[in-house]
Antibody, heavy 113, light 112 residues
């Protein structure tokens, strides 16, 4: 069955970066884009963008350009999202998703000094 | 950008009551291929969102048929015909017609 397994919670300092992973299984990885979504208590669900897992092409929500960088490793069927120049506003749960039907379990990122 | 406006933000219901949630889009969600990619998600506490309905009215596999979706263009509705305890949580509409998805603000369904 389709599964998206995300990496564990991160505690990061302001100004640093984190890289979250999303390992896919149960289907042909390069057949579907992977999307990334941010969830905060105050802002609900926000779409960060997606990556074409075959070509590596990306499309970002304007709000997250310069903040998020999406990449893939086809050899391990894993998608990555790097968040840079972290501030407390980046504290959230981040999800990867394949189309709208399949979601990872979420990765909590906490930014605190 | 496509904006989805969901109402009401909170819904109080008794077990067995039927309820509806509205989702209005700032732009038509009709894709050039003839499909309308308006979906409904349920998020229970501590869980990732799960897909309930896709393409406006199609029930995802395993979802009880007390859930139904309707609408077209810019106006959409999710109906629950007889709320059960397991239905409590936050409901989101989400459009995937346009390349970058957008989500409604959510409707929290709670017990009265």
């Amino acid at each position: 069955q389709v599964q998206l397994q995300q990496s564990g919670a991160e505690l990061a300092k302001p100004g640093s970066s984190v890289k979250i992973s999303c390992k896919a299984s149960g289907y042909t990885f390069t057949s579907y884009y992977i999307s990334w979504i941010k969830q905060t208590t105050g802002q609900g669900l926000e779409y960060i963008g997606y990556i074409n897992t075959g070509s590596g092409g990306t499309n970002y929500n304007e709000k997250f350009k310069g903040k998020a960088t999406l990449t893939v490793d086809k050899s391990s069927s894993t998608a990555f999202m790097q968040l840079s120049s972290l501030t407390p506003d980046d504290s959230a749960v981040y999800y990867c998703a394949r189309v709208i039907a399949y979601w990872g379990q979420g990765t909590l990122v906490t930014v605190s000094s | 950008d496509v904006v989805l406006t969901q109402t009401p933000p909170t819904l109080s219901a008794t077990i067995g009551q039927s309820v509806s949630i509205s989702c209005r889009s700032s732009q038509s969600l009709l894709h050039s291929n003839g499909n309308t990619y308006l979906n409904w998600l349920l998020q229970r506490p501590g869980q990732p969102p799960q897909l309930l309905i896709y393409l406006v009215s199609r029930l995802e596999s395993g979802v009880p048929n007390r859930f139904s979706g309707s609408g077209s263009g810019t106006d959409f509705t999710l109906k629950i015909s007889g709320v059960e305890a397991e239905d409590l949580g936050v409901y989101y509409c989400v459009q995937s017609t346009h390349a970058l998805w957008t989500f409604g603000g959510g409707t929290k369904l709670e017990l009265k």
